[in-house]
């Protein structure tokens, strides 16, 4: 799912592209995919781009006449840039933003429909669409320990809570915790003051290197390959492979639709988290520090 440095990253493309411009038409391939019924589609058509904004993970699209479009793009929806007036194509494409600049395309890959957009009117109808969560990059440490303080999750959960953190998801989660040296499974309830800082820094730093790192590879080019899985990352997606900090294989925990990547070395002392699938299959044979993952003589 596309997070913060993702969605800062289509911004700042759009911005270059369609702020000031006009919306000339808008294309829907699925009609899944519009989940509001008033105001119409039709009447963000002819206006003005007046805004664009990030919403939590949601991309926000202001129009004059106090109309908003909110476009969620959930795990596997995408931004493309292309000629105006290009076809959406048929299997992955959703819809079509036509500009005299260009068009804007929505596509998502996968055989399930979960990216939405919304039209709203004025500022009461955008609200709804905010899950709440403290903007960690515009926040001091004081304030940043009070959104831990507000529930009893794991870091993970509070991290990815967009209620409580906004714009944070599972890829980035990964690396803030590595960077910060804590297990994705402790609770917010046990973390010291120490490692509550330590998790701030690590948050505004991860967020802020990689919204940078992600800017300078595009360029004045438009994102067309958003992913969570880059080369550069130190855990996540990085399953089996050396952590870059202490060699330690990475280890993984697949839960629902999510995972948990982290370092047993630099995050949990060296104890392999138990996966509550595999470690009731395995029983006994569940590995449970670095040293069991070591080849037997």
């Known amino acids: 799912m596309p997070e913060l440095p993702d969605i800062e990253l289509y911004l700042t493309a759009l911005e270059k592209r369609i702020l000031d411009q006009t919306l000339e038409r808008v294309r829907i391939a699925n ?5 509001s019924v008033s105001p119409p589609i039709s009447a963000v058509e002819t206006k003005k781009v007046s805004s664009l904004h990030r919403l939590g993970k949601r991309l926000v699209i202001g129009l004059e006449g106090d109309l908003y479009l909110v476009l969620h793009l959930m795990l596997a ?5 292309k000629a105006t007036g290009t076809a959406i194509p048929k299997r992955s494409g959703l819809a079509a933003f036509d500009f ?68 944070i998801g599972n890829a980035y989660s990964d690396e803030i915790l590595h960077r910060a040296k804590l297990s994705p499974f402790k609770l917010t309830t046990e973390i010291t003051d120490g490692e509550s800082e330590r998790l701030f820094v690590s948050t505004s730093a991860v967020l802020g290197e990689w919204t940078a790192r992600l800017a300078a590879e595009v360029g004045d080019g438009f994102p067309d390959k958003v992913t969570a899985f880059r080369p550069d990352m130190a855990v996540h997606g990085r399953h089996g492979q050396p952590c870059p900090v202490c060699k330690a294989p990475v280890q993984r925990i697949v839960y629902a639709e999510n995972e948990a990547n982290y370092c047993p070395g630099c995050q949990t002392g060296g104890r392999i988290l138990a996966d509550r699938m595999l470690s009731r299959l395995l029983k006994d044979d569940w590995p449970k520090r670095l040293e069991d993952l070591e080849p037997k003589p």
């Not at 009609?31 to 989940?35: I, N, S, V």
């Open 100 to 167: 005299f600049s260009g068009t804007l395309i929505l596509t998502e890959a996968g055989s399930k429909r979960r990216a939405a957009l919304y039209v709203v009117e004025g500022e009461s109808g955008l609200a709804e669409h905010d899950p709440g969560g403290l903007e960690v990059l515009d926040t001091d440490l004081e304030e940043f320990r009070g959104q831990l303080a507000l529930e009893r999750h794991t870091l993970k959960r509070a991290l990815t809570d967009p209620r409580i953190f906004s714009g």
């Open 31 to 35: 009609p899944f995919l519009l989940r």
């Open 77 to 81: 929806g995408r931004l493309r840039w």
